[in-house]
Each structure stands twice: as structure tokens, then as C-alpha cells.
T-cell receptor, first 116, second 114 residues
Framework: AQKVTQAQTEISVVEKEDVTLDCVYE???????LFWYKQPPSGELVFLIR??????QNEISGRYSWNFQKSTSSFNFTITASQVVDSAVYFC?????????????FGKGTKLSVKP | AAGVIQSPRHLIKEKRETATLKCYPI?????VYWYQQGPGQDPQFLIS???????DKGSIPDRFSAQQFSDYHSELNMSSLELGDSALYFC?????????????FGSGTRLTVV
């Protein structure tokens, strides 16, 4: 069965601190996709990244970076030099590739509060 | 670029009433997904359609039904509403061939049942 675990329910940091959000997943499939979404207080789901199971290359996008390690079934997300605008709930999600269609299984989310 | 359009953005209904949520996918996207997100919860998959046929089903109550029309827009119909149906309802669309997760989410419909 598929499962996504975000052990950190809430994290509070002061602006300019670095913060890492943890994500551990479970799946029996060899082909799958992992995602991170940001949900600000306004409620929309903002896509951040998608990674397929065959691509373990880490990725950096501005202040955001992702560390994908299949050996530990983890897909962690780091924000460098956090800003108040980063305050949001962050969801990690998993999808198994079923003929290029599939629904997302979300973790419970991590609420990040960045204080000035 | 065109996004996934959901209407209405907000909806207030009384218990036992019926609600219809609409979703207009990105043009040429052939798959539509519906998710329900309760207060403080993660989004839960309800149902999906591929080329106007139901392709997968999640934790959708029997009181809910959905369909995808010939123009690819989709509607989620909810009857005999209960207080617990109050949630944010998201629609997402994708195109087979882009691989899983060419997902684009709409801004959601916030349903409040009073």
C-alpha cells in the first residue's frame, strides 16, 4: 500500500534560517512519482516539484532544494534563508504510475511558520 | 497560460441540500481528478475520469456522484449534504502522455454546510 509520512506537524523558524521538511514514503511499485505542494493561507495548492523514481538527482531552484534518496525512501525539502512569505502548509505526495494516470496520496502536511 | 477553472469559489448550503461543483480542465487535458480537503486535513482523492469515463475511485461517499462531459468539463454532485461535507474541493487535470503528475490543480471550491 502507498503511504506518505510527514513526521513534522509544525515547524517554526526565524527569518533567514534554513529549514528542512521531511518526507518518507512507502510503495511497492518500482515506478512512481513524488511531489511537493505548498498551500498558503489562501488555500490553493501550489506545485513545487515532481520527481520520478528513476531520477535521484537532487534539484535546486532558487532557495528551494530537494534531496531524493531511494535507499531511505525519503524526499526531503530544504528552504534556505527562509522568508515570511514561505509560511504555509507543505504537502509531500506520491503517485504510482498506472498507465500514466494516477491519483495523488498526500502526507498530512507540515505547517511552516516563518517569523520576522 | 490557461489554468484549471473551478466554480463557484465559495458555496454555502444547508444540511440535506444538494450542491453541484464544476471543473473546467486545461484545454486538451483528458483526465480530471476530484479531491476533498477537510479543515486541517490533507487532500483526499475522490474520483477521476479519463476521456469521459470513470477511471479510478477513492473515498467518495455514495451521496456524491460525478461525471465528465463531452467538452471535458466535470461536475461533482453532492446530495443530502451533511455538516461533515464542509471542505475545500479541488479539481485537477492532466494529459496522459505527460506522465502522472502533469497535474494542475484548480483554486478549489470552499463548501460550507450549515
Amino acid at each position: 500500500a502507498q503511504k506518505v509520512t510527514q513526521a513534522q506537524t509544525e515547524i517554526s523558524v526565524v527569518e533567514k534560517e534554513d529549514v528542512t521538511l521531511d518526507c518518507v514514503y512507502e510503495t511497492r511499485d518500482t515506478t512512481y512519482y513524488l511531489f511537493w505542494y505548498k498551500q498558503p493561507p489562501s488555500g490553493e495548492l501550489v506545485f513545487l516539484i515532481r520527481r520520478n523514481s528513476f531520477d535521484e538527482q537532487n534539484e535546486i531552484s532558487g532557495r528551494y532544494s530537494w534531496n531524493f534518496q531511494k535507499s531511505t525512501s525519503s524526499f526531503n525539502f530544504t528552504i534556505t534563508a527562509s522568508q515570511v512569505v514561505d509560511s504555509a502548509v507543505y504537502f509531500c505526495a506520491l503517485s504510482e504510475a498506472k498507465g500514466s494516470q494516477g491519483n495523488l496520496i498526500f502526507g498530512k502536511g507540515t505547517k511552516l511558520s516563518v517569523k520576522p | 497560460a490557461a489554468g484549471v477553472i473551478q466554480s463557484p469559489r465559495h458555496l454555502i448550503k444547508e444540511k440535506r441540500e444538494t450542491a453541484t461543483l464544476k471543473c473546467y480542465p486545461i484545454p486538451r487535458h483528458d483526465t480530471v481528478y476530484w479531491y476533498q480537503q477537510g479543515p486541517g486535513q490533507d487532500p483526499q482523492f475522490l474520483i477521476s475520469f479519463y476521456e469521459k469515463m470513470q477511471s479510478d475511485k477513492g473515498s467518495i461517499p455514495d451521496r456524491f456522484s460525478a461525471q465528465q462531459f463531452s467538452d471535458y468539463h466535470s461536475e461533482l454532485n453532492m446530495s443530502s449534504l451533511e455538516l461533515g461535507d464542509s471542505a475545500l474541493y479541488f479539481c485537477a487535470s492532466s494529459l496522459v502522455g505527460q506522465g502522472v503528475g502533469g497535474y494542475t490543480f484548480g483554486s478549489g471550491t470552499r463548501l460550507t454546510v450549515v
